[in-house]
């Protein structure tokens, strides 16, 4: 492309833009209407405005502190002059000189030297004399009608390319687009949804047609943002509509059946009556495994609404039927508990349950292998070493993967592949919002459990400051009188956990010797050796330590049902879906439970936002949404392995109606014979790649 040279590609490339699609593909952040510019004396303090001015004077002002300096701007219109400033960008000195013509853009505030913007957006336009400023070689004569007079597109800043650069690029790749731009949206399907085509969506997004309500252009919402936010909603959900059907075209070796006999083993090992939630869950679940297609299900339940007994019955039935089960789960803490409670509940059974994990000894190991190919092994349950390779099965015909957005997708697909087409159940206590549940898990059924056991209390969740910190110790003190126990919880932030960490390893310290003297304090953290963590677990559990300080290693599926205060310091900086789990690591026994959130002041808008939500409910569901409103889908799971696609122009959070009809009308396409070898080709080809994600799992 004209005016791309080594280092302008370079600049481009870092952010994942090679081609001329992929530069049309990258909205605008913002719009501009520069058709009516704002006069400086109209000004007020308080909103943002974009202004056009020449300027009077600029320079650097040297400040007191060292090495901070201030870059000063006077600019004037017809109406008046402004001051703009910017904190510690002493280039700009080199970018701006006095005659130049500008736009600044940037929110007004009122200061004793009057009305200011600080470190506002530019742009610079064209110099009187005729150069082109910043544009350098792609600028032609007229495009100074790109920059001012119209709405203008505001990209994000790449390197060295400024938003104008970027504007120039976009024009002229558009200007050479041929007139008929192929369309990946079949005909039918943009006329039921009313989009306009492609190539005026394409121009529009960018250069948007006079008239145009600027509410709509910066809400995503016009006619071109939607027709092609919907494309590519539309091609995502091609390939899980797909992915589907395919896993509903194979056939299980057998499928399960249900008898009187199967149903009473069943009834024998339950300990207590099922909810209402969890006899839902069973029945669609044995009604997927009765099935002759592999059930891919996820299963949902909010901390503490007993998932782990739903898994167990799913598991008798299958054992019950001649069929190996392995229960996958994301720690040897975790899965170790799940071993003690499914060999408790199978104790009177004929079922074999064993336990494999990184640290089971190699003589034992080799014997538990030989025994599952066996198949006098019926129950395995296991970390990630499940899927190593040298474990093999007889007739592996159950999955069940729990806390299932710690695993990669590939690592749930090798597990599946150790049987032939088994039937498989993830479980998250992470309650996943439907608009994520519909992207991450589109190719699963979903069940969902909200119904607590009965006996449960709910827990009492407070916000506290820092300075309250001597009252809630003595509340800690009255519950550990009681015969309770408490967790006191720190975060680990990756970028100072050497730092946190000597904080929490102190704190158990000042905790111990000088706050809870009369008291045993014991202290886990991620760092510990894995044989050291389980045994201040296990000591934990069995009542040896009355307060447990810990970094976020025991989020999940710690299960002591005597701790009744859950104290989080530092709340301010964990999530709102990890406060959740923290949360529900207390009130698992029949006892009142608390949960203390300690912030530290200044707190900001988000950080008062969480709190809030978490002290007003707690329902996961509930927080789940407002998690992913406040943090968005990228944080949500917090990492890339979680399967989010990369998305180029949609939202999931924000276009999240556009999702729904999108997977709709993918279906109805699918189902037309004329469209469908065409869409299935793209998927085969091309849809793994361009939305970042495996195509397996």
């Known amino acids: 492309?004209?005016?791309?040279?080594?280092?302008?590609?370079?600049?481009?490339?870092?952010?994942?833009?090679?081609?001329?699609?992929d530069l049309l593909y990258r909205f605008p952040i913002r719009y501009e209407d520069r058709g009516s510019f704002q006069t400086i004396a109209s000004l007020?303090?308080?909103?943002?405005?974009?202004?056009?001015?020449?300027?009077?004077?600029?320079?650097?002002?040297?400040?007191?502190?060292?090495?901070?300096?201030?870059?000063?701007m006077l600019v004037r219109d017809a109406?008046?002059?402004?001051?703009?400033?910017?904190?510690?960008?002493?280039?700009?000195?080199?970018?701006?000189?006095?005659?130049?013509?500008?736009?600044?853009?940037?929110?007004?505030?009122?200061?004793?030297?009057?009305?200011?913007?600080?470190?506002?957006?530019?742009?610079i336009l064209r110099d009187d004399d005729g150069d082109a400023t910043t544009a350098g070689a792609a600028q032609r004569p007229d495009d100074d009608t790109l920059h001012t007079g119209r709405i203008v597109p505001v990209y994000e800043k790449t390197g060295h390319l400024t938003t104008k650069m970027q504007r120039v690029l976009v024009h002229q790749a558009l200007s050479q687009l041929p007139s008929d731009v192929p369309d990946p949206l079949p005909p039918p399907v943009r006329a039921r949804q009313s989009l306009i085509d492609r190539r005026t969506a394409l121009h529009d997004v960018h250069f948007p047609p006079e008239g145009t309500p600027l509410e709509a252009l910066n809400a995503f919402r016009s006619p071109a943002h939607r027709r092609l936010i919907f494309e590519e909603f539309f091609l995502f959900q091609l390939g899980l509509v797909l992915r589907k059907r395919r896993a509903e075209a194979d056939?299980?070796?057998?499928?399960?059946?249900?008898?009187?006999?199967?149903?009473?083993?069943?009834?024998?090992?339950?300990?207590?009556?099922?909810t209402g939630d969890q006899k839902k869950v069973i029945a669609e679940i044995v009604d997927d495994m009765k099935r002759p297609q592999p059930m891919n299900r996820l299963l949902q339940g909010d901390v503490g609404s007993g998932k782990t007994i739903v898994a167990l019955m799913a598991a008798i039935v299958a054992m019950e039927n001649g069929f190996q089960v392995a229960f996958m789960a994301p720690t040897e803490i975790l899965a170790e508990q799940h071993f003690i409670n499914i060999r408790r509940l199978l104790e009177d059974s004929r079922f074999r349950v064993t336990l494999l994990t990184g640290s089971t000894p190699a003589k034992k190991r080799r014997e538990i292998q030989a025994e599952l190919a066996g198949g006098s092994l019926h129950?395995?349950?296991?970390?990630?070493?499940?899927?190593?390779?040298?474990?093999?099965?007889?007739?592996?015909?159950?999955?069940?993967?729990?806390?299932?957005?710690?695993?990669?997708?590939?690592?749930?697909?090798?597990?599946?592949?150790?049987?032939?087409?088994?039937?498989?159940?993830v479980?998250?206590?992470?309650?996943?919002?439907?608009?994520?549940?519909?992207?991450?898990?589109?190719?699963?059924?979903?069940?969902?459990?909200?119904?607590?056991?009965?006996?449960?209390?709910?827990?009492?969740?407070?916000?506290?400051?820092?300075?309250?910190?001597?009252?809630?110790?003595?509340?800690?003190?009255?519950?550990?009188?009681?015969?309770?126990?408490?967790?006191v919880v720190y975060p680990l932030v990756e970028e100072s956990e050497k730092v946190d960490l000597r904080a929490a390893t102190e704190m158990a310290d000042h905790l111990a010797n000088d706050v809870f003297p009369q008291y045993r304090v014991a202290l886990l953290h991620g760092r510990m050796k894995q044989d050291a963590k389980d045994r201040v677990m296990h000591a934990f559990a069995r009542g040896e330590y009355q307060i447990l300080v810990s970094t976020t290693v025991i989020e999940v599926g710690v299960d002591v049902a005597n701790a009744s205060v859950m104290l989080v310091e530092h709340a301010e900086r964990f999530g709102l879906s990890q406060l959740h789990q923290l949360?529900?690591?207390?009130?698992?026994?029949?006892?009142?439970?608390?949960?203390?959130?300690?912030?530290?002041?200044?707190?900001?808008d988000q950080g008062r936002e969480r709190l809030k939500a978490l002290t007003e409910t707690t329902d996961g569901f509930v927080i789940a949404e407002r998690d992913l409103e406040l943090r968005g889908p990228g944080d949500f799971f917090g990492t890339r392995q979680s399967g989010l696609p990369t998305l180029r122009v949609g939202d999931i959070v924000r276009d999240h109606a556009i999702m729904e009809e999108a997977r709709r009308e993918a279906g109805a396409a699918l189902d037309d014979p004329s469209q469908h070898e065409m869409l299935a080709a793209f998927v085969r080809e091309s849809w793994a790649q361009r939305f970042g994600l495996v195509g397996v799992g």
């Open 1 to 21: 492309m004209k005016g791309v040279g080594p280092r302008r590609a370079a600049d481009l490339q870092r952010v994942g833009l090679a081609t001329i699609e």
């Open 44 to 72: 007020r303090p308080g909103i943002a405005a974009s202004v056009v001015g020449e300027i009077v004077g600029c320079g650097i002002r040297p400040t007191r502190r060292p090495r901070f300096k201030i870059f000063e």
């Open 79 to 123: 109406t008046g002059s402004l001051r703009a400033i910017w904190f510690n960008q002493p280039f700009l000195n080199d970018i701006f000189r006095p005659h130049q013509r500008v736009i600044l853009f940037g929110k007004l505030e009122l200061t004793s030297h009057g009305l200011q913007l600080q470190n506002p957006q530019y742009e």
């Open 251 to 274: 056939r299980k070796p057998r499928a399960v059946v249900i008898t009187d006999a199967i149903r009473e083993s069943a009834r024998r090992v339950l300990p207590f009556r099922l």
């Open 379 to 425: 129950l395995v349950v296991g970390t990630h070493a499940l899927v190593e390779d040298p474990v093999a099965f007889r007739e592996l015909g159950l999955v069940i993967i729990d806390e299932q957005h710690r695993f990669g997708v590939l690592q749930r697909a090798t597990l599946r592949s150790k049987g032939q087409h088994p039937d498989v159940l």
């Open 427 to 487: 479980m998250t206590a992470t309650p996943i919002p439907r608009t994520l549940a519909l992207t991450t898990y589109g190719d699963l059924d979903v069940s969902i459990m909200r119904e607590m056991p009965p006996g449960r209390h709910p827990i009492k969740t407070i916000a506290k400051p820092e300075s309250r910190r001597e009252e809630i110790y003595d509340f800690i003190r009255r519950q550990v009188d009681e015969g309770r126990q408490a967790y």
């Open 583 to 604: 949360r529900g690591r207390v009130g698992r026994g029949p006892h009142p439970s608390y949960c203390v959130l300690l912030y530290q002041h200044p707190l900001s």
